[in-house]
């Protein structure tokens, strides 16, 4: 086992670098940890609204009624013709499903957009948490979940419980530090990219648009 | 990659003379710089997070062996498959082993400073495996077969007229001028890639000891598309970017972003922990990790541990006068800017890359803006001494201090010197400026007058008119 | 401050001000001695060893720093007119002795005795109005070693606005380093020239006819471009500018083509 043998001589050269003798050094002292203060209340959901917008990210809110015409137009104007969630998402599946009268929107699956339909699409899904210091949706593979409609999208709807929204991300990472899920997925706006001549263009290869529903 | 930082005279004259580059390192690093001081100012945190930041990290690598066995045991516990080299030439044959076990024909790649250190893109390219770079700028200088001249903004130097020439050549694209038009026309093709590659590889911006978690940060989305959808993930990564706890992550993305572009955090911040769980929806079925030494255990040992505190933000390139005058590759190899005039030297050699210690002016703003309190010009002034104790100075610089410092040993010698030089001064120019002065003065007087002595030193003229004291 | 009581103060010239600028050194005797410093100018002072130490010769280095640390006997003050020299011998000589822990002690003792003029008038002596009369608009180069090595800021700002007849303007990335760096500036003069045409660029923008500073490194610097392309804006150490300044510049300091 190359690597196991290689492994030992890597641990060596770092006990002798750091002037041990024998076997890696026991307990290591732990440095400060993070002390958040305690967010308030009152605010964190218009925290959360007002730095996702700061970095381009939409915020509905308010009852079926006024939030849907209002993210059917929205869609429209982005050239969405498609609209797919994971299949066990309820409340996703609702939000698509309510939304095709203000399309014209069809429904696909994540399956059928991963095998390359060309549709422009919008991704429904529901978040895990949201984080009102970075305007943050957190997504994650946690339970089965699927990451496709945040990453495979042209617009992201994301679907975030205001009960779940958390000041800070000390509080976020706490969620799933017991056991981590394959992949946590922090969204805190569009795809972008200033790689020619520094021009910021959304939609470099993931949305280019994310919308937050708070449900 | 072959480092030429011994070439980084000539290529920094090069640099000076292109004049496309000299007006996109103006506006990228005017821009970065803006950005950033408005993100710092924003945030009235910054410094307590850089003080716990560099306090972590420098604990961290006090018990580097430690953490990292931490973290190998928690990543293998979770299904990945951890891999060690010692150097370039093993990592890729470590990486081109693993991509041809795994069957890969294809393979997307999001950026990462660490394989471009091995030349990840030769090894696998090499073992009959393509490999793309989905990051927009570095897929921009793949296409060019170039080097990357900015550690997050690889193609700083390229204009979108030249851009759309490159997809019309390569990509078949028809010409155009708008820059998402560029942008969409990379998209598509890339996203074709990303659907297909048998395997995405990542780089890493943190590995968290605890939970084994590799940590990518990006803005285009790129890591994460690699990361979820190829069957296999391979990460490389420095041994040194481990950090001890997940509960430590947000002091360091709170800096990270900020630092880099001047952004409360990046579009997408991934946090990826082993294989793919038992009911997953998605993810790879494999995950390898491939972690690089490559001269920094020896970097631990020395004098020069801290520069392993560097999270590669960039700001300390932004911020630096020479960076800005010369841009990325005439420092000759992956790392530029104050950093890499540190840690080339330290990673390829210092007689490889003894121009690099001396490219600076030392003044400070690069250890200003340091997220992680990494004394740059300290390490500068180090290598610089290193020089000379490694017997790597020109016999005549030698020969010139040694005369400068026996004439400062007396200060009646030092003034007759002066006395010489005056009278040298009012003979030569009248005690006007000097327009041409020999080796090794004439780069000073190329473009600059240089002042004529006084026709009498302070020192004499002191005793003349208030007598001698002290 | 109190005027009754004289402040000892011993001048750490500079090699610069010795051979090339006797005036800026004649400028910061004169304050001092305006706000009550008594003067002492020891004369076998030679170099700090800066450039030596910068290159990385420390032999060298170490053998002027010694010679330093010995010309400046007893516990009054000692002031500089120059921001890198002061820092030199605050940070540079810790490094430089750390192996030789008694001359280690001395150097933190003479080092924590060692001001820049500015900041010694503003910060030690308390002075809000240099009693200093200029006539023109003046802008403000920060030396880096002053600022980023010594943290000085606001004291050359504070003095400057303080003078009757001098409209302060800021240049914009007044941090921005001129691109003389000591060594530097011969190893690198084309990326040195650079830097300096991209500071003489702000410097002219601001409409100013003086530039100042607390370093005459910087000034050395920046003049020689100014001089040699005429550029209408003269350089002009701080410590002149308090001490009222020349009315016409001395020679071998103005710029070609001023009016």
Same mark, same amino acid.
């Given at each position: 086992? +190359? ?43 218009? +925290? ?133 899920? +394959? ?33 | ?152 903004? *690889? ?15 390569? %990509? ?91 952004? *409360? %955090? ?110 740059? *010009? ?54 006007? *400026? ?37 | ?149 010594? &943290? ?54 601001? &409409? ?5 500073? &607390? ?29 009222? &300044? ?14």
């Amino acid at each position: 086992m +190359r690597d196991v043998d290689e492994r030992e001589m890597l641990f060596r050269r770092l006990s002798a670098a750091l002037g041990r003798h024998g076997s890696p050094g026991g307990t290591p002292s732990s440095p400060a940890g993070p002390t958040p203060p305690p967010g308030k209340e009152s605010g964190r959901i218009s +925290r959360f609204a007002e730095a996702l917008t700061a970095v381009g990210g939409v915020v509905l809110s308010g009852t079926p009624e006024e939030a849907l015409p209002v993210l059917g137009e929205a869609l429209r104007a982005e050239g969405v013709s498609a609209l797919f969630f994971p299949q066990d998402d309820a409340g996703a599946r609702e939000v698509a499903e309510a939304l095709i009268p203000f399309g014209p929107f069809t429904l696909t699956t994540g399956e059928e957009v991963r095998g390359g339909n060309p549709a422009s699409t919008a991704g429904f899904r529901t978040a895990d948490a949201g984080i009102a210091e970075t305007g943050t949706v957190v997504e994650s593979s946690n339970r089965g979940g699927t990451l496709l409609p945040g990453l495979l999208s042209d617009v992201h709807v994301a679907l975030l419980p205001s009960h779940s929204v958390v000041e800070r991300m000390d509080e976020a990472f706490a969620l799933y530090a017991e056991d981590p899920p +394959r992949n946590i997925s922090l969204i805190s706006g569009p795809s972008k990219t200033a790689d020619i001549e520094q021009t910021l263009t959304v939609g470099a290869h993931g949305p280019r648009k994310i919308i937050v529903l708070l449900v | 990659m072959q480092p030429t930082a011994h070439l980084f005279p000539r290529n920094a004259q090069k640099a000076l003379a292109d004049k496309t580059l000299q007006a996109a390192l103006g506006r990228a690093t005017g821009r970065f710089l803006h950005h950033r001081a408005e993100a710092v100012a924003a945030f009235p945190g910054f410094g307590e997070a850089r003080e716990r930041a560099s306090e972590i990290k420098r604990q961290t690598l006090a018990q580097l062996d430690h953490h990292l066995g931490r973290f190998i045991e928690e990543a293998s516990r979770r299904g990945a498959v951890v891999h060690v080299a010692r150097d370039a030439a093993q990592a890729r044959e470590i990486a081109a082993r693993v991509a041809k076990e795994e069957g890969v024909t294809l393979a997307v790649k999001s950026k990462s400073m660490a394989s471009e250190e091995i030349s990840f893109n030769v090894a696998l390219q090499e073992a009959g495996i393509e490999v793309v770079e989905s990051d927009l700028g570095e897929y921009i200088i793949q296409l060019a077969g170039e080097a990357p001249s900015h550690i997050i903004a *690889p193609a700083v130097h390229k204009t979108r007229e030249e851009i759309s020439r490159l997809f019309e050549r390569k %990509l078949g694209e028809p010409p155009t001028d708008s820059i998402p038009a560029l942008v969409a026309m990379a998209r598509r093709h890339l996203r074709a890639k990303f659907l297909g590659a048998g395997m995405g590889v990542s780089g890493a911006n943190f590995l968290v000891a605890d939970t084994g978690s590799v940590v990518l940060v990006t803005n285009e989305g790129n890591g994460r598309m690699g990361t979820v959808l190829p069957r296999v993930h391979l990460a490389v990564a420095g041994i040194e970017k481990v950090i001890p706890r997940m509960s430590d992550l947000p002091t360091f993305l709170r800096l990270l972003p900020r630092s880099a572009s001047g952004q *409360p %955090l990046s579009s997408y911040v991934s946090v990826l922990t082993g294989t793919r769980r038992e009911g997953d929806a998605e993810g790879p079925e494999k995950m390898h990790i491939l972690l690089l030494d490559c001269g920094r255990s020896a970097i631990l040992e020395g004098k020069y541990r801290e520069v392993l505190k560097c999270i590669r933000c960039g700001a300390c390139l932004n911020s630096c006068p020479v960076y800005q005058s010369v841009g990325g590759h005439a420092y000759g190899w992956v790392y530029s800017g104050p950093i890499g005039a540190v840690l080339t030297p330290l990673l390829v050699g210092l007689p490889e890359a003894a121009p690099l210690p001396d490219a600076s002016t030392l003044c400070g703003a690069c250890g200003e803006v340091c997220p992680v309190k990494i004394p740059l *010009p300290d390490f500068l002034l180090e290598l610089r001494a290193d020089m000379r104790s490694q017997g790597l100075k020109t016999p005549g610089e030698i020969a010139g201090m040694k005369g400068y410092a026996g004439v400062m040993k007396r200060a009646g010698l030092l003034e007759a010197l002066e006395r010489v030089a005056g009278l040298l001064a009012q003979f030569f120019t009248k005690g006007k *400026p000097v327009e041409g002065l020999p080796y090794p003065f004439s780069g000073w007087t190329e473009r600059r007058d240089f002042p004529a002595a006084a026709a009498q030193p302070f020192r004499k003229l002191w005793k003349t008119r208030r007598g001698v004291q002290g | 401050m109190d005027p009754r009581r004289s402040i000892p103060v011993s001048l750490f010239f500079t090699c610069l001000a010795d051979a090339f600028y006797p005036r800026t050194a004649f400028a910061a005797v004169e304050v001092l001695e305006r706000f009550g410093a008594t003067v002492r100018v020891p004369l076998s002072q030679t170099c700090c060893g800066q450039p030596a130490f910068n290159s990385g010769n420390r032999k060298e280095a170490r053998a002027m720093a010694r010679k330093f640390l010995l010309s400046f006997p007893g516990d009054g003050y000692i002031v500089s007119p120059s921001g890198s020299c002061a820092a030199m011998v605050k940070h540079g000589y810790p490094v430089l002795f750390r192996d030789e822990p008694r001359t280690l002690a001395l150097a933190h003792a003479v080092g924590e005795r060692v001001y820049e003029l500015s900041q010694f008038l503003v910060e030690v002596l308390g002075v809000t109005d240099p009693k200093s009369d200029f006539s023109g608009k003046v802008t403000y180069h920060d030396s880096c070693h002053l600022r980023r090595g010594l &943290g000085v800021v606001e004291a050359p700002r504070t003095l400057l606005r303080a003078i009757r007849g001098v409209e302060f303007v800021e240049m914009e990335e007044s941090d921005r380093c001129c691109g003389f760096g000591g060594v530097f500036s011969l190893k690198y003069p084309q990326i040195s020239c650079r830097m300096t045409e991209h500071k003489v660029e702000r410097i002219v923008a601001t &409409g100013a006819s003086w530039v100042t500073s &607390g370093d005459l490194g910087c000034l050395m610097n920046i003049d020689g471009m100014i001089s040699r392309v005429g550029y209408p804006v003269k350089a002009i150490h701080l410590a002149e500018i308090l001490a009222g &300044g020349p009315a016409e510049p001395a020679p071998g300091t103005a710029g070609k083509g001023t009016p």
